[in-house]
């Protein structure tokens, strides 16, 4: 791998920017930090080449977009979590999917669009009953304490109905950015929407916060944090947010949420924890546990991993699975 200089520095910084809603998005980023558009383009040719970045793409917010998700855990015999794994990963709207140390041991996130018509519940439960799990628990996020961006959530912000153009605009900017000085132009081939609408529809999403950002993907460069955990604890349901609050503060966790309980399953504030070892991640919740006081936890560890994708935001292919389970739900009933 070629290392790379202060150039690729300063233009990683611009592509990790906010790259220009214009037709010629290049030619303004090497404005910005004088470079020629042709240089533009070929570093960063180079630089996915090398792995460091994976894609440059719009960055939507699933939930102003209409989507609804959840995760879930279920419980599957050790003799058939293969398979269950692989029917649950046929959904397309399936973006993670591990195994974990506890009975409950199949964990996966799954996403519908807001045109579903069965909805996240029976899509939940079809699933389930494909798998054969014994049991399934969804656990759709109550709050949002902290993402992986650090940044905090009170509530779903409101949803603004899409028009079938706008829909098809969002298809489009989900792909990787062409390297070529008019890059909207080639998504817009054969697309049947012009370049300009493409344009024009990403910035009205833009204001609207359906679309969040248009920036690159680069590959992590952390070095040393190959374990990660989930911690989930029991909370006092009245001081929830307090202690929601406080643990989400820590450095190390990226990702802290409140969800719901059940009878078998009493958790309901969970923290994604990293660090470079399972021994160390312990060491973490241990230390949260003696900062709030909460004694009543579990450390979660995936043991495999079955499944991890970006989700493809309206894809002709969750039409299709959606409306071949419909098909069979009808046949069942008569």
Known sequence: MQDIDQRDRELLGALQGDIPLSSTPFALIGQSIEMSEKEVIKRTERLKREGIVKQLCAHFDMRALGYRSCLVAAQVSDDHIEQAANVINAHPGVTQNYRRNHDLNLWFTIAVAPSSKL?????????????????????????????????????????????????????????????????????????????????????????????????????????????????????????????????????????????????????????IVHGRSVDECESIINDLAIDTGIDEKRALYPTKEYKKARINLFSHEADEWEEAHTASRAAAAS
């Open 119 to 271: 909805g996240i519940e029976k899509t939940i439960d079809i699933l389930g009953g494909e798998a054969e799990c014994e049991r399934v628990r969804p656990l759709p996020t109550l709050r949002q304490f902290k993402s992986a961006d650090g940044s905090e959530t009170h509530g779903d912000g409101d949803y603004t109905p899409l028009t079938p153009g706008e829909i098809e605009c969002i298809r489009l900017l989900q792909k990787d950015l062409p390297l070529q000085p008019r890059p909207f132009d080639a998504l817009a081939r054969d697309s049947g929407i012009d370049a300009d609408e493409i344009i024009t529809t990403a910035k009205s999403l833009c204001k609207r916060g359906q679309l969040r950002r248009f920036t690159a993907v680069v590959a992590s460069r952390k070095s040393g944090f190959s374990a990660s955990a989930m911690g989930v604890w029991v909370v006092p349901a009245d001081r929830a947010d307090e202690f929601g609050v406080k643990m989400s503060q820590h450095r190390a966790v990226s990702h802290c949420y409140l969800r719901p309980v059940y009878d078998d399953w009493p958790y309901n504030l969970y923290t």
